[in-house]
């Protein structure tokens, strides 16, 4: 194996970031809305994740924001994260910053950044509080990739203004620890009775926000197949989002809905049993 081929597949197996993902600090011409997404890995590794910073380069170009990517957590300083309007958390897992890369990023949270998490970034930094409140729950489980019926609450966040309010998916839907609708604003649930292996009962947040510490905070559950990042809903969804947290777009996510709301239930959704194995 040659030398490059060798540190790309360290990289892969431990995290550290590959040459071509490394971090190169920015100057932010006038007018400019810069997001940073960081896709750096210490647990399980998405095949999707090209696809993915692909799709959210297209999104910035189609939505008027500019986009470095980085797995290099060198990034999480006072002054390389200060350029940024917003930083997304692109199918993250595991460990992935340091005390003083935490800290920084929790300054630059509580300055007005934005943050944006998708999939496994819930899969992320179990021992480190502050980004368990900002995400708002943690990765539990999954059940294997299955279509389910996606029930949007809220129709006015840029984030599910695009999408129906009964949206047919397929994706791996994540279950949490516990129910974040206590702590956050909840966008869109699933609905269990349309594929089988939930386990958190009529009330199945997939995609929520909330104003955090001074910042602001989005998260969505889908993204794990390829296929996603090429989904115009799931797009739109995502690219709703990243306008949000980076202020771009206004959104309200201050109230907190303690109770399911009444669901219409799709017309076309019978229960999808897939056989388990």
């Known amino acids: 194996m040659n030398p490059v081929a060798a540190f790309a597949a360290a990289a892969m197996l431990f995290g550290s970031p590959d040459p071509a993902t490394r971090f190169v600090p920015r100057t932010v011409r006038a007018g400019e809305t810069a997001v940073l997404v960081f896709t750096r890995t210490t647990g399980f590794r998405h095949e999707s994740i090209p696809d993915a910073i692909a799709a959210v380069r297209r999104l910035g170009t189609e939505n008027g924001f500019s986009v470095d990517a980085t797995e290099d957590p060198s990034a999480f300083t006072d002054v390389h994260l200060a350029p940024y309007r917003a930083v997304l958390f692109l199918?993250?897992?595991?460990?992935?910053?340091?005390?003083?890369?935490?800290?920084?990023?929790?300054?630059?949270?509580?300055?007005?950044?934005?943050?944006?998490?998708?999939?496994?970034?819930?899969?992320?930094?179990?021992?480190?509080?502050?980004?368990?409140?900002?995400?708002?729950?943690?990765?539990?489980?999954?059940?294997?990739?299955?279509?389910a019926a996606v029930h949007v609450e809220?129709?006015?966040?840029?984030?599910?203004?695009?999408?129906?309010?009964?949206?047919?998916?397929?994706?791996?839907?994540?279950?949490?620890?516990?129910?974040?609708?206590?702590?956050?604003?909840?966008?869109?649930?699933?609905?269990?009775?349309?594929?089988?292996?939930?386990?958190?009962?009529?009330?199945?947040?997939?995609?929520?926000?909330?104003?955090?510490?001074?910042?602001?905070?989005?998260?969505?559950?889908?993204?794990?197949?390829?296929?996603?990042?090429?989904e115009p809903l799931f797009l739109a969804h995502v690219a709703g989002g990243i306008r949000w947290a980076a202020g771009i777009e206004s959104g309200f996510c201050g109230e907190i809905q303690r109770s399911v709301p009444r669901r219409v239930a799709p017309r076309s959704a019978p229960r999808l049993v897939t056989p388990r194995n």
């Open 91 to 147: 199918l993250t897992t595991g460990d992935v910053l340091g005390d003083d890369e935490q800290a920084a990023f929790e300054r630059w949270i509580r300055s007005g950044g934005g943050w944006v998490g998708v999939h496994s970034a819930t899969d992320t930094e179990y021992e480190w509080p502050f980004y368990g409140e900002l995400a708002g729950a943690y990765f539990a489980g999954h059940p294997e990739i299955q279509p």
């Open 154 to 230: 809220d129709r006015a966040h840029p984030a599910t203004s695009a999408v129906p309010e009964n949206w047919p998916r397929t994706d791996e839907w994540y279950n949490f620890r516990a129910n974040p609708r206590e702590r956050v604003h909840v966008l869109a649930t699933v609905d269990e009775t349309t594929y089988s292996g939930g386990s958190m009962g009529a009330d199945h947040p997939i995609a929520w926000c909330q104003e955090f510490a001074g910042g602001r905070a989005f998260y969505t559950a889908g993204g794990h197949t390829r296929e996603s990042w090429a």
